[in-house]
Each structure stands twice: as C-alpha cells, then as structure tokens.
Nanobody, 114 residues
Framework: VQLQASGGGFVQAGVSLRLSCVVS????????MGWYRQAPGKQRELVAG???????NYADSVKDRFTISRDNAKKTVNLQMNRLKPEDTAVYYC?????????WGQGTLVTVSS
C-alpha cells in the first residue's frame, strides 16, 4: 500500500493550492479517507474527511476554505485549499479516516507566508 501526496509548495497568504494523494495497493472504494496535517511542534490532526458515500466533514479551522474530494477510478483523494493562512503551514498527509491507519506516506509540505 502506498499513499503518495503531492501539490504542496511555498505560497503567500490568500492564495490557493490543490493537493492530490494517489492511493495504490487497496480498493479505494472501500475506505473512508482523510487529509491530515502536522505543523511544527504539534500533533498530527485531521482537517478533512470523505466517506465512501462522498459525504464530507471538516475541522472548524478549515471549514469554508478547504474542499476534499475523491476519484475512486483514478485512485486519488484531493484537497482544494483556498484563502490559505500562515497557520495552515504544515506537512499534509492522506490516510484512512479510521482508527486503523495505513502506513503513512511522506506527505507534502505547505508553507504559507504572511
């Protein structure tokens, strides 16, 4: 199983980024998925989740700015991030939205300058 996140970068506050996670080795249709982030010195947190039926949920800190989506045929889970803020700076990862996680991938770094 591999989780390959990409799309991060160094951006200024207010702009948008789109992250993508390619999930290989499992049938993505069978899993609820999420995007997580870990900021320096902080614990990893779930920022957005998408269920097998397409329903979504978001952390309060990103609600109305981030949108999670999935394409089971392409085996990808995406995160559209708008109106980025410096506090969004973190390494972003995708994984199962479950207590039982897949092996974490490398993640993708998002740095937002003020």
């Amino acid at each position: 199983v591999q989780l390959q996140a990409s799309g991060g970068g160094f951006v200024q506050a207010g702009v948008s980024l789109r992250l993508s996670c390619v999930v290989s080795g499992i049938n993505l249709n069978n899993y609820d998925m999420g995007w997580y982030r870990q900021a320096p010195g902080k614990q990893r947190e779930l920022v957005a989740g998408i269920s097998r039926d397409g329903s979504t949920n978001y952390a309060d800190s990103v609600k109305d700015r981030f949108t999670i989506s999935r394409d089971n045929a392409k085996k990808t889970v995406n995160l559209q991030m708008n109106r980025l803020k410096p506090e969004d700076t973190a390494v972003y990862y995708c994984n199962r939205k479950s207590i039982v996680k897949l092996l974490w991938g490398q993640g993708t770094l998002v740095t937002v300058s003020s």
